[in-house]
């Protein structure tokens, strides 16, 4: 298995910051991956991905390189279903972990929602990021990084 890597789905992600300083605590590396170019500290565990133009570049380069041992932080429910597929740990920006037992679900509900919105019959979007999700997120991501190292430590 390869090292850990964060795979942070960042055009929209309120969190880069926090995996950034998380991820240089735990001397893992990190791939911020955008539709087009996103400022980046200089840092060499820090890698940019500019996906290039089409609605899906930044999900696609991200579904196709996350595995086993990775994290992925995304609020993309289609994205957070393909890496959860393929082995990933996934996290949205507000901590809540996406899994196997829970994908299908928030996957039915964000579609059923789409549709909805679609046809004028609900307004209105997900409340505001807060502190509380901020934390909440830190302490789910040092949780997952800590179960990865455990499972390498006994594989």
Excluded at 44 to 59: K, Q, T, V, Y
């Amino acid at each position: 298995m390869s090292p850990t890597r964060i795979y942070v789905d960042a055009d929209a992600c309120p969190v880069k910051d926090e995996i950034y300083k998380v991820a240089a605590r735990h001397g893992l590396p990190v791939s911020v991956v955008a539709g087009n170019f996103i400022r980046v500290p200089a840092d060499p565990s820090i890698e940019r991905i500019a996906a290039g133009p089409g609605m899906d570049a930044a999900d696609d380069w991200i579904a196709e390189r996350a595995g086993p041992g990775d994290i992925v932080v995304t609020s993309d429910v289609p994205l957070a279903s393909r890496c959860v597929k393929r082995g990933a740990e996934v996290l949205a920006p507000n901590g809540k972990p996406f899994s196997e037992a829970s994908i299908g679900m928030t996957l039915a509900v964000r579609n059923l929602m789409t549709d909805l919105r679609s046809a004028g019959e609900v307004t209105g979007g997900p409340r505001g990021f807060s502190p509380r999700d901020r934390s909440a997120f830190l302490s789910a991501l040092d949780t997952a990084i800590r179960r990865i190292q455990r499972s390498n430590k006994t594989a």
